[in-house]
């Protein structure tokens, strides 16, 4: 009778993980996109239709829309759009556009320049006959974006930055005529994954020419670059290296009282002081693949962690681990 109470006690605590794991997974069931051309990654729902320059003229959301493939291509190219997202439930489109620029980047101007910078993306939105609701700074893994919000046909919200000689904006669209909260944070919640795949270059142009002393000294850097018994590249690759240790470190840890916590609880909350020895090693058995899948998919489903796959491996070799905490 015990052996009864206990497997369904058993059955009722995975289940309940099983479903709270899943409930992560699709809460958490973004797609990645790279937009080559921008240098950017975006992450979007993976239910809006989405299009870039290198869909399929066989994909099936082109006619469920009522578009052509042709009609598509060129309005890409006449907008400079490189991704077009839709959400057909909530009538609201993202588009990703980018075009060469001489501008600015962004992230070499000062507070000056970068208020200027907003005032100038607000009146030539403004002189594209919408109404400027609001206009803002927004920063977003280091990177600043210029935020305009307006109304016209629709309600838009703007997100644009200068980097690397591109102009990158991203545009939020609610044909419903106006943004609730919760769609407000939606859409910062998918700019805060964007993602800049290059090192930002200076762009100045207008650069006073380099004095000898400075010539020499960029010499003098690439020489000590070259030479590997220079203490002060060692010190600064050591530093570089330990930054990235302790931080897998605290990865590893982390992920390990992720899998030692609720078998901690299972064992002094469900289990009534613990289970036989052919119980515990099917609970860690499961346990165990279960939290190496969320591990897995963890990282792919929300880049922002920036962890590696890695940590997957950690549930199963912490399965030992686990058959003790909840063995009687």
């Not at 497997?7 to 790279?34: D, E, H, Q, R």
């Not at 208020?115 to 400027?132: D, L, P, T």
């Not at 762009?203 to 220079?230: H, M, R, Y």
Request: proline residues 3%; glycine residues 6%.
């Amino acid at each position: 009778m015990k052996g009864i109470v206990f497997m369904k006690k058993l059955i009722s605590f995975i289940l309940v993980l099983v479903f709270s794991l899943c409930g992560i997974c699709s809460f958490a069931a973004n797609v990645t996109y790279s937009v080559d051309s921008a240098g950017i990654s975006i992450s979007l729902p993976d239910d809006m239709y989405v299009f870039t320059r290198k869909t399929s003229p066989d994909d099936e959301h082109i006619a469920a829309l009522g578009l052509s493939y042709d009609g598509l291509m060129s309005a890409f190219d006449a907008k400079s759009m490189y991704l077009e997202a839709m959400d057909t439930e909530n009538f609201n489109e993202i588009v990703v556009i980018c075009e060469d620029t001489t501008d600015t980047n962004f992230y070499e101007l000062g507070y000056d320049g970068l208020y200027n910078a907003v005032m100038a993306e607000e009146e030539a939105i403004e002189k594209g006959g919408r109404k400027i609701e609001s206009a803002d700074l927004y920063e977003s893994n280091h990177v600043d974006f210029a935020k305009i919000v307006s109304s016209g046909s629709g309600c838009q919200v703007e997100y644009t930055t200068v980097y690397n000689q591109k102009k990158v904006r991203i545009k939020f669209l609610d044909f419903d005529g106006s943004f609730t909260d919760d769609e407000a944070e939606f859409f910062e919640n998918i700019i805060d994954t964007v993602q800049f795949t290059e090192k930002p270059v200076n762009s100045k142009s207008d650069k006073e020419p380099e004095s000898n002393s400075e010539i020499d000294g960029k010499n003098n850097a690439v020489q000590a670059t070259a030479d590997p018994d220079l203490s002060s590249d060692a010190s600064g690759a050591s530093a570089l290296n330990m930054d990235e240790l302790w931080k897998i470190i605290g990865i590893i840890a982390v992920a390990i009282a992720i899998c030692t916590i609720p078998a901690l609880l299972f064992r002094f909350v469900f289990s009534g002081g613990g289970m036989s020895r052919g119980g515990a090693a099917v609970f860690a058995i499961i346990y165990s693949l279960v939290m190496a899948a969320l591990f897995y998919y963890a990282p792919q489903k929300i880049p922002q962690l920036e962890i590696g796959t890695y940590v997957s491996i950690i549930p199963l070799i912490w399965g030992f681990v686990i058959y003790k905490i909840v063995k009687r």
